[in-house]
Each structure stands twice: as C-alpha cells, then as structure tokens.
C-alpha cells in the first residue's frame, strides 16, 4: 500500500475517533446539566421548637431533584420570621410541615381542624413531642358545692405542636406564662375542644404514638 494512501487512510480513522469522543463528551454534558443539584434551604444550626427563624438558622444546601421534598422552600426570605413547629437538626431541609401553619395538618383526613388547648397541668406540656397522641378530658364544677364532672372530648388526637412555659407562643390570645398545645382534631371534636378552656379544666392523658 502506497504511503500516501496509508497516511489518509490513518487521518480519516484518527478524525472518527475524535468525531467520536467529541460526541460522547457533549452527551456526558448533556447527561450532568439534567442530573444537575437544586438549591433549597437547610437549618444552619440545631433549632429547638418554637423558635422564630432568621436568617442566621438558615443556610442553601444543593440536593438532586429527584429527591427534592414538594413543599421545600427555595428562598431564604418566605422563612423569615417563621416559628418551627418542630425540632430541625443541622442540615434538615425545611418544608412547610417544619412551620406553624396549615402545613402542620400536611395528611390528614379531610376536614382535620389545628386546636390550640391550655392544660390545667402546665407539666404535662413538657412530655409531649409531635406525633404523641393524647386524650383531651375536660373537668367540670369544684367538687364542693357545683358537684365535678369528667368527660372524654377527643381520644387518641394527635399533638402538632407543644410550646414552653414562658415564652411568646405566636398564637392569638396565648397567656406567655402558661404552655400552649395544639392537637389536630376531627370536625366533629372541634367545637367542643375549641370551648373546653371556658367550661372547665383541660387535661391531656398520653395513650402513646411518641
């Protein structure tokens, strides 16, 4: 085979390739910008329940989307000055379930109304965490000359929030000094939940889910 015919013969072989790479680089450019990361927004820092956030709680963190949560927050500032209703641990992505707001009643059954309750017992608050379920048992009358009643308003509710003694709670009307819970109630428990706190003492009886 004559040299000239060999040379060409190997340019046109060495230009395939190359033709080759070149394709399969941009495919692998292609492949990584759609299998690109998004920004949302983590907890910069432990943050305890019931803390108003800022600027300094939060921080961007890049995730694939294809685990992207569907109620994540994109942005910094729909968060500022939010209350978490939950504990969220450095690196958590927060989502509208992490917030006090309608987020808390995020699955449950049509009509699940959110019912902020004051219990006689301000102990009780403390041993109480998110997903606890309770029994709401109202007291009536002083047991002297008003005889004392105790009835059942709700079993086996679910709490979505728990506050601190002493603390601004964010809720209207919520004495600072007293803890405030806040159950997810079913319409037909609502209004005699909402009304227990002027009809008697509110207790709350633990029956497990913490």
């Not at 492949?31 to 949302?40: A, D, F, Y």
């Not at 919520?174 to 939940?193: F, I, K, R, S």
Request: negative net charge.
């Amino acid at each position: 085979m004559p040299l000239r015919r060999l040379v060409l013969l190997h340019r046109r072989v060495v230009a395939a390739l190359l033709l080759c790479a070149a394709a399969g680089v941009g495919v692998e450019a292609l492949l990584q910008n759609s299998n690109g990361t998004t920004t949302v927004i983590a907890a910069a820092i432990d943050v305890p329940v019931g803390t108003v956030l800022t600027a300094a709680h939060l921080v961007p963190r890049e995730i694939p989307p294809d685990v992207l949560p569907a109620t994540a927050f994109l942005a910094v500032e729909p968060l500022l000055g939010q209350r978490s209703a939950t504990p969220l641990r450095k690196g958590d992505i927060v989502t509208d379930t992490a917030l006090l707001g309608t987020g808390l009643l995020a699955g449950t059954p049509p009509g699940t109304v959110a019912v902020p309750l004051r219990p006689a017992d301000e102990s009780t608050v403390q041993l109480l965490a998110p997903g606890q379920l309770v029994d709401v048992v109202l007291t009536t009358g002083n047991g002297y000359d008003v005889a004392s009643e105790t009835r059942v308003l709700a079993s086996g509710v679910p709490v979505l929030w728990r506050s601190a003694p002493g603390t601004d709670q964010g809720w209207s009307g919520a004495d600072p000094q007293a803890g405030l819970v806040v159950v997810a109630a079913p319409p037909e428990d609502a209004a005699a939940l909402a009304g227990s706190a002027s009809s008697g003492e509110v207790y709350l009886v633990l029956t497990g889910g913490g």
